[in-house]
């Protein structure tokens, strides 16, 4: 498996865009919406940026790290948004190397810590990876970071 700049393969931006959409926009934004967004990520700067979990040419996830995300605590950033790994590749590790080198890749842009949101469910899987949590639920979500310093 290889972690890719969305760069290195932006004919997959459509597919990373469409999985987003229907996990967490499908009923409050067309999919061109997110597409945009994506293609935001691909504009030729080392921040916002997409990474792509790839394996013999075959998408197999992806998540981006942004400046704002669009829910709670809009003064915190950088993010790590719209983590995504396709159903038949959950639970084989895809998703933390996604969120490892998402990590250091900000670190090295010297734009620690991240943040997230999580759901009650969701919460658990980035605790076991290191998070910590920086707000209790607001509305449904709470908001995680990955350094204790923050």
């Known amino acids: 498996m290889q972690i890719l700049d969305l760069h290195e393969c932006p004919w997959m931006a459509d597919t990373v865009a469409d999985r987003i959409w ?20 691909m504009r030729g700067r080392a921040f916002p940026f997409t990474l792509v979990a790839v394996k013999n040419g075959f998408f ?13 605590r809009r003064d915190l950033s950088p ?8 159903e038949t590749e959950r639970r084989k590790g895809t ?10 890749r900000t ?12 759901t009650d469910d969701g919460m658990q899987f980035y605790m076991r ?16 970071s990955s350094s204790a310093s923050s």
Do not use: C, F, M
């Open 107 to 118: 670190e090295r842009l010297g734009r620690t810590p991240l943040y997230l949101t999580a």
């Open 22 to 41: 229907r996990e967490w926009w499908r009923d409050v934004s067309t999919v061109d919406h997110v597409k945009s967004k994506v293609q935001d990520t």
């Open 95 to 104: 998703g933390s190397l996604l969120i490892a080198e998402a990590i250091r």
């Open 79 to 86: 993010w790590l948004s719209g983590l995504w790994v396709e």
């Open 129 to 144: 990876r290191g998070w910590t949590v920086v707000q209790a639920p607001g509305e449904y979500v709470h908001v995680l």
């Open 60 to 72: 197999l996830g992806a998540v981006s790290v942004v400046e704002s995300n669009t829910g709670p």
